[in-house]
């Protein structure tokens, strides 16, 4: 970390470096404030350029330092804008790469800003539930177009410069430079160096259209939220930015920044947040492990999954060989891969040539010796062993040395796939989430055998797709869907003591999940777990039925594609309507089994659902199925929509209390079944997942 001041031709140049992200750490803000107090005092110098180092401007606060005394310890970058814009002299940011959050406070602060066109600038906060604290939500608003600004404050989505220097009428972007920013910069401080009085963002002022503007981006956060509070918090603050004076509305801002870091929700999304980055340390793999090249993918089979695999990579700029058992099979899976590229074309997220390109580096073949040079492959065929089998063993005999052979299977055992092959070190899971080219979450595999650095190889290829990797040991479901069971089997249980499906969905929604369990079902078809069960009953009688279910699917009732399922739907509408005839259906069942169809309170509903993914998540981090908790937890926020800032489910039961969790489990199961042995444990001595 350090900070190179440099005078040349009558501008100083002030660069601050603190790899990764140049952090406004306490140490940078120190600096900075050195450097324009030496640059303000040297009656040789007439501007200064503030700039980054490592080829970015800075991604914002340090977040480590959150809830540290460094965290306030002056100069806080409130005083150091404070300073800057009093300054006589003009001080030029010099933007290029990442613009973020205090990153861009700070610049906001100075006088000028000098941008690269590809430099992202954005207020980030309200992921992680807070607001920008420096002055951002003031300043933004008075530098663009009100709905502009309030987009970027109330979403955290990043612009380019390009796009915001288009905008008319904006102020934030001063000089679009190609490349060299700072030289660039420099040149332009020695234009403004004697115009005075020096510009403030500050003293612009506010445009126009406000309260329509804000209406409408308060109904869209709304809609984005789901009792996400942080988004209409940073709305309110740019409403004030347009009724109050300047000063007025930093003293908001500084208020409900401290009433924010203070709240669960940005505990919650900073828990998620560190949670993402160790999810990628695996304990026992030194982060020094050598990981393989990977330069050319093949994916076996191009069905629902293979296909989304295939793009991942495609899209990545990594060359991908399909392989399939016919040729129609290939055209089909082309087909839609070219679909879904046409698709993001017509929505203007893809340029032609883009999707162009990215088809180019697809080849598919029906002969194994085409995919015998890949460094990674990556099978996506039947979810039957005997076909994984007759894969593995081809794949075994025509592969290279060295090169890595995964499986998307999500229900198989992975040691026994592993031991189909001469080279079970070489094996290891990749298990993606349909559409897997959307889907951010990858549970990666680890077999017994399945050496370091595949692994570690796996991971990072992961990364680099753009998925968020969570290493999972091998059991039924992996860690996400083991989880899914026992949630469903909550919801149903639910069911059977009187709840409706809409009831259970509109508590889980409340709650912050796109979606409740009927929905979703109704969604994925009924008939698919049906088919599971019918199977399973045959296989053993004992097999606990469940009838509400199975008297949904015998009415023919599969969900959005028969037009009805656990809830109605009108043709061509997607909305689900509370069904009648489900009603009845879950009162019938209720009355048979005597139960009490009590009514069930929100809270109650939710608990029992989120305590079940609790229970077995516990179990499975008692396995070590899972590295550790935040992992589970990052699992869940990235696949199996958790709301983000709820942390995740063993998070939530931190924040509960486990021996409130502990004691709330006993009472929804009747004491039918003991809570998890890890949650006993730690709820008596009083500890958490998280710290334990
Ligand atoms: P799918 O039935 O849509 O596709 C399978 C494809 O494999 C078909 O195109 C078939 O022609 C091809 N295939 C079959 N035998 C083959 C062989 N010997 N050589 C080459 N290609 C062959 O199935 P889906 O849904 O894509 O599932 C594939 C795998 O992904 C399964 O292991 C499944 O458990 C797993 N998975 C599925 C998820 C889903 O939501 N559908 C989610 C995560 C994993």
Not at 484 to 506: C, F, H, N, V, W
């Amino acid at each position: 970390m350090t900070t190179h001041y440099s005078v040349e031709d009558a501008v100083a140049i002030i660069r601050f470096d603190n790899p990764p992200v140049n952090g406004l750490s306490h140490a940078i803000r120190a600096d900075v404030r050195r450097g324009l107090r030496t640059a303000f005092e040297d009656a040789n110098v007439r501007a200064v350029v503030l700039a980054g180092g490592g080829g970015s401007f800075s991604a914002g606060a340090d977040i480590s330092e959150f809830g540290t005394p460094n965290s306030g310890m002056e100069p806080s970058l409130s005083t150091l804008i404070a300073e800057m814009e009093n300054a006589v002299k003009p001080v030029i940011a010099a933007i290029e790469g990442t613009c973020f959050g205090g990153g861009l406070e700070l610049a906001l602060g100075a006088h000028y800003r000098v941008a690269t066109p590809t430099s992202r600038l954005g207020l980030p906060e309200v992921t992680l539930g807070l607001v920008p604290g420096a002055g951002g939500t003031q300043r933004l608003p008075r530098a663009l177009d009100l709905a502009t600004a309030a987009e970027m404050i109330s979403s955290g989505t990043p612009r380019t410069a390009e796009v915001l220097a288009s905008l008319t009428g904006q102020r934030l972007i001063d000089r679009l430079v190609d490349h060299d920013v700072v030289p660039a910069a420099a040149r332009f401080a020695a234009e403004v160096a004697a115009v005075r009085p020096v510009p403030l963002i500050r003293d612009f002022p506010v445009p126009d259209g406000g309260s329509d503007v804000l209406a409408e981006a308060r109904q869209r956060a709304q809609r984005r939220s789901r009792g996400f509070h942080a988004p209409l918090a940073a709305l309110d603050l740019v409403e004030k930015a347009t009724t109050s004076s300047f000063e007025d509305g930093l003293a908001a801002e500084r208020q409900t920044f401290l009433e924010l870091v203070r709240a669960d929700e940005s505990h919650a999304l900073r828990h998620v947040f560190f949670a993402e980055r160790l999810a990628r340390k695996i304990p026992g793999v030194d982060g020094d492990t050598p990981t393989r090249p990977v330069d050319q993918v093949a994916v076996i089979g191009a069905g629902t999954m293979g296909g989304g695999i295939a793009m991942n990579f495609l899209d990545a700029g990594i060359p991908v060989t399909v392989l399939e058992t016919s040729q129609a099979a290939l055209d089909r899976g082309l087909a839609t891969i070219r679909r879904n590229y046409q698709a993001q074309v017509d929505k203007g997220k893809l340029t032609s040539a883009t999707a162009e390109n990215r088809m180019g580096v697809l080849a598919t073949t029906l002969d194994y010796r085409d995919v015998a040079q890949c460094d990674l492959v990556v099978e996506a065929v039947f979810e039957d062993m005997d076909v994984k089998r007759s894969v593995f063993t081809r794949l075994d005999e025509v592969t290279k040395t060295g090169a890595i052979l995964a499986s998307n299977t999500s229900t198989l055992d992975l040691d026994a796939i592993a031991g189909l092959t001469s080279r079970p070190h070489d094996v290891v899971g990749m298990h993606f989430f349909s559409p897997a080219n959307v889907m951010k979450l990858l549970e990666v595999v680890r077999g017994r055998k399945t050496a370091d650095d595949v692994l570690m190889t796996a991971m990072e290829v992961g990364r680099r797709i753009g998925k968020t990797g969570v290493v999972s040991g091998v059991c039924d479901g992996f860690i996400g869907n083991r989880m899914l069971a026992k949630y469903r089997a909550a919801a149903s249980r639910l069911l059977q003591e009187g709840a409706t499906p809409a009831q259970i969905d509109a508590a889980i929604e409340d709650f912050g999940f796109a979606m409740g369990p009927f929905r979703m079902a109704d969604l994925a078809g009924n008939d698919i777990g049906w088919a599971v069960r019918k199977r399973r009953y045959a296989e053993d009688p004992d097999f606990p039925r469940d009838e509400i279910a199975d008297a949904l699917c015998e009415m023919g009732r599969f969900g959005q594609k028969t037009g009805s399922g656990w809830y109605d739907y009108q043709p061509g509408s997607r909305e689900p309507q509370p069904s009648p005839v489900v009603d009845a259906l879950v009162a019938a069942h209720s009355e048979r089994q005597n139960a009490s169809s009590a009514e069930f309170s929100r809270d109650e509903i939710v608990r029992r659902l989120i305590f079940s993914l609790v229970d077995e998540g516990a179990r499975i981090l008692d396995e070590d199925i899972a590295v550790r908790a935040s992992d589970i937890d990052v699992v869940y926020v990235s696949g199996y929509g958790f709301p983000r800032h709820r942390g995740g489910p063993m998070f939530y039961a931190d924040t509960f209390g486990l021996d409130r969790v502990v004691e709330a489990l006993r009472e929804f199961t009747d004491g039918a079944r003991e809570p998890a042995r890890l949650l006993q444990e730690l709820a008596s001595a009083g500890k958490t997942f998280n710290g334990r």
